[in-house]
């Protein structure tokens, strides 16, 4: 039936149904030029991203950046497209969606959750948060949880996804309410999933020397620095994390550095920046590098390219002797505990399972007495 409130299923709002509309960023649908562009277009085109005055901007986006950037992204993309077991496509979809699935699974286990939808969405591309948000209603969910894959917030990526959902919201007669997780940063679960990666990852390859003079560089996703002086709390969230990650791993700030990565154009970005920071650690003839990027809970180009290839050559090229890329969360057990966790708390309250008749006679029942209640006490008051 079209409309669902002339649906007796669903009539008198007695679906009381539960969904989680997971988000990432967004990756292209094919590594080639004519798939990236389009995705950039939307990404840059975006004012929470870029705040930067609209004309002056369109121009500079449809003039240089678009034409150059496309086709040079492109065989970037390409050289980190997946084809494997973990499945075939963009990383950052891939993983994304292996996230979403265990997720769901994990809700499913519980019979006070098992009937909770997920649905993955991406603020850029495909899936979009339009689809999914359709899709979501159509299965009855009438009180959507938004969590980001951002565990540190910010205004480019956190609000700018709560804007995108509520913009689908404005359309809709009969949405859902809402509820938004804005940031995990500090969340112990998340923390102790990062810490387990870094175990697992050393339990493997070895225990840097730190004594003598290994590091662990914690790289996380770089903003403009007047997002900083504006009030964006990104940069504080991010060094909760590594502090946090630093301490459970009994570092110095020394032995385990924190820095910024992914510049984007000429503004000043939050420092130290890590492709100079890898020079300088190279330069120093550092025996061993460890990087890890916390901030990214799957891999994607700007860990897998970025950082696990051109850093690669930055610190060897410099005089560097190992260099180590920890992997991203991705489908890690702990890592599904922590979003399952995540998504508990910020559900709580909220009734999965549509009551039965007998319980709903129950409820008119406590209704009508409560009425009663008042209006004795209120002729009391009288
Ligand atoms: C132009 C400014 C950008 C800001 C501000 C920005 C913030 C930001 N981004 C992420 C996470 C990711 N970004 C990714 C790719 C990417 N980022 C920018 C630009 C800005 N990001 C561009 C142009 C691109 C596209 C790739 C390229 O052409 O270089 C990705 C990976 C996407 C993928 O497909 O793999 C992620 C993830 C965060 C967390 C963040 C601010 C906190
Ligand atoms: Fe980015
Ligand atoms: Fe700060």
Not at 194 to 213: E, I, S, T
Request: charged share 20%.
């Amino acid at each position: 039936m079209e409309n669902i409130i002339l649906d007796t299923d669903k009539a008198h709002a007695v679906s009381q149904k539960v969904g989680i509309l997971v988000v990432n960023l967004g990756t292209p649908d094919a590594p080639t030029a004519k798939a990236v562009r389009p995705y950039l277009k939307q990404f840059l085109s975006d004012p929470r991203v870029i705040e930067v005055p609209k004309i002056i901007w369109w121009f500079i986006l449809n003039g240089i950046i678009l034409p150059f950037r496309s086709s040079a992204s492109a065989k970037k993309y390409a050289s980190v497209w997946m084809n494997g077991s973990s499945g075939t496509g963009a990383p950052l979809l891939v993983h994304s969606q292996n996230q979403t699935l265990g997720l769901e699974q994990k809700l499913a286990t519980n019979e006070s959750t098992k009937d909770v939808k997920v649905a993955l969405a991406m603020r850029y591309g495909n899936p979009s948060i339009e689809k999914a948000m359709n899709d979501l209603e159509s299965e009855g969910v009438n009180r959507l949880l938004v969590l980001p894959l951002y565990p540190q917030y910010s205004a480019t990526t956190t609000a700018s996804s709560f804007d995108a959902v509520f913009q689908v919201h404005a359309q809709k007669r009969n949405p859902p309410a809402l509820r938004m997780v804005k940031n995990y940063h500090d969340h112990p679960a998340y923390i102790a999933a990062l810490v387990q990666q870094v175990r697992d990852y050393w339990a493997v390859h070895g225990v840097p020397d730190f004594k003598n003079g290994d590091k662990l560089v914690m790289s996380f996703h770089g903003v403009p620095k007047r997002t900083l002086l504006r009030g964006d709390p990104y940069h504080c969230e991010c060094h909760k994390t590594g502090r946090l990650v630093r301490e459970a791993l009994g570092l110095s700030a020394d032995e385990a550095i924190l820095s910024f990565q992914s510049r984007f154009g000429k503004a000043e970005w939050l420092k130290p920046y890590t492709a100079p920071l890898l020079e300088t650690l190279g330069r120093a003839n550092t025996n061993r590098l460890d990087i890890f990027c916390p901030g990214f809970p799957a891999d994607c180009l700007e860990t897998l390219e970025e950082i696990a290839m051109e850093g690669k050559e930055i610190f060897t090229h410099a005089g560097g002797k190992t260099y180590h890329v920890i992997p991203c969360l991705n489908d890690q057990p702990a890592w599904i505990d922590a979003l399952h966790t995540i998504a508990l708390e910020n559900i709580a309250g909220w009734k999965t399972q549509v009551p039965t008749p007998a319980e709903l006679l129950e409820r008119v029942a406590m209704g009508q007495e409560v009425e009663k209640r008042m209006l004795a006490s209120s002729s009391d008051i009288a």
